[in-house]
């Protein structure tokens, strides 16, 4: 599949890599895939970005996706969910920051190996996402797969990063809209999938 990415997609890969290094994390997300596309400059994710003022709140984009893997990973809706259930997350956060520092919930480092120390295997999310985006650049009739495909397959998926892009404004339909015109250009028509 990567052959069948544009230079830029390429980057934004490679990048995300770099982001999951930086951060110490033994594998890579779909936030350091947001990560690599938010870094990215005179592409069409970075038009949508600027267009939907999501390149100017970067700082709280970051916050929001640091405040959600202090809470282990869970999205806003699942601590929604959770509470609904009678379980207070924040409390359950606070008490364990308590008693192990913060940031215990949030994904422990990992011990490298020796022959493995640079590899970093991306996870099924980020895999998903990546299957996502020829699914979106197939299903819009595009030849290859280019980085406002990973962007719209974020925005398609469930969890903490399509749920921080949509409170950033950056939902499917906004970020298509921005990128690609009023109808979606060609073949638009693959939307939220499970």
Same mark, same amino acid.
């Given at each position: ?11 934004v ?7 999951c ?6 594998s890579?997300?779909?936030?350091h895939l ?7 400059? &005179?592409?069409r994710?970075s038009?949508?970005?600027? @267009?939907l !003022?999501?390149? $100017?709140r #970067?700082?709280?984009? +970051?916050s929001? =996706? ?7 990973g869970?999205?806003r809706?699942e601590?929604?969910a ?19 520092g ?6 422990a ?12 295997p991306?996870?099924?999310a980020?895999? &998903? ?7 979106? @650049?197939? !299903?819009?009739? $595009?030849r #290859?797969?280019?980085? +406002?495909?990973? =962007? ?5 998926g ?10 950033h404004g950056?939902?499917y339909?906004t ?9 979606g250009?060609?073949?638009?028509n ?5």
């Amino acid at each position: 599949m990567f052959e069948q990415f544009t230079e830029e997609a390429r980057r934004v890969v490679t990048e995300s890599v770099g982001h999951c290094r930086r951060a110490g994390e033994p594998s890579v997300t779909e936030e350091h895939l947001l990560l690599a596309l938010l870094d990215q400059r &005179g592409s069409r994710a970075s038009f949508a970005f600027a @267009a939907l !003022g999501v390149a $100017d709140r #970067r700082a709280s984009v +970051e916050s929001a =996706l640091g405040d959600a893997r202090r809470r282990g990973g869970l999205s806003r809706s699942e601590t929604e969910a959770l509470a609904g259930l009678g379980i207070d997350v924040d409390r359950v956060v606070a008490t364990a920051e308590a008693a192990h520092g913060r940031a215990a919930l949030a994904p422990a480092g990992f011990v490298r190996r020796r022959l493995l120390r640079d590899h970093r295997p991306f996870s099924p999310a980020a895999k &998903g996402a990546l299957t996502k985006s020829l699914r979106i @650049a197939v !299903g819009r009739g $595009d030849r #290859r797969i280019g980085g +406002e495909h990973v =962007l719209l397959a974020l925005t398609a998926g469930h969890g903490v990063v399509a749920e921080v892009l949509a409170d950033h404004g950056a939902t499917y339909a906004t970020v298509e809209r921005a990128m690609f015109g009023e109808d979606g250009g060609a073949g638009g028509n693959l939307r939220r999938t499970a």
